[in-house]
């Protein structure tokens, strides 16, 4: 068994490492959006295929946390710790996935579609990235008074998602032409409130490591 002094220190850069991941998956999203609005179909396949490199990532973070659990035999709180880092790792895993889908997206537009990415994808995006600094702070520090504030910046990107599929459904209405182009646009603010979705089950297992009960934020 290692000890107590050698354990905080694993624990530390597993943090690290768990936090580097999800900004990793944050450059991922940022991209995926701009390769939409800029049509730069190099660039979506760049990301598809970067995306394999962040589940090897994830996957060395799991062996870690595995083999930390393995030398330390933790108890409670502790105990705690790792298996919310397990579970932190694989949402941020996800987010990956779905700026990888939204670069798919692109690609399914094609390089010269002619059609004018919605503007409030770009505001959503933007409400998913600051989710994720908060949850990230939160985690760093172990704040809960910091992870309750996802739960109402959630409910804002809510609210802008439906507004953002009223709109493109209105679009298909007077215009059956779209119908691609909606299909994607729909599917694309779909993926960032999914990767903002992610983020909310960051912050309940934030609140579940340090009160040991599980809250709903979403």
């Known amino acids: 068994m290692v000890t107590r002094e050698q354990f905080e220190t694993d624990l530390k850069k597993l943090k690290e490492d768990i936090i580097s991941l999800s900004n990793t998956s ?8 701009d390769t939409l ?55 941020v895993e996800r987010m990956a996935d779905n700026a990888k889908n939204i670069a798919k ?18 505001e959503i995006r933007d409400m998913a990235v600051e989710m994720n600094t908060i949850a990230m702070k939160a985690f760093e520090y172990e704040d809960i008074s910091i992870a309750g504030k996802l739960s109402k910046m959630d409910d804002n990107v809510d609210r802008l998602y439906e507004l953002i599929i009223k709109d493109i459904l209105n679009e298909t209405a007077t215009n059956q032409e779209k119908i691609q182009y909606v299909m994607q646009m729909a599917f694309s603010a779909r993926y960032i409130e999914r990767f ?8 309940e297992n934030i609140l579940y490591l340090v009160k040991g009960k599980t809250y709903k934020l979403n």
């Open 26 to 33: 944050v450059r991922a999203l940022n991209k995926a959006v």
């Open 37 to 91: 609005y800029n049509q730069d179909l190099e660039l979506a396949r760049n990301l598809i295929d970067d995306d394999k490199a962040i589940d090897k990532q994830q996957l060395a973070i799991n062996d870690q946390t595995i083999l930390l659990i393995a030398k330390q035999q933790p108890v409670a709180t502790d105990l705690r710790r790792l298996v919310i880092a397990l579970q932190i790792t694989t949402d």
């Open 105 to 122: 997206s692109t690609l399914h537009l094609g390089e010269d579609h002619r059609l004018t990415v919605h503007p409030k994808i770009k």
């Open 196 to 203: 903002a979705d992610h983020i909310t089950n960051i912050g």
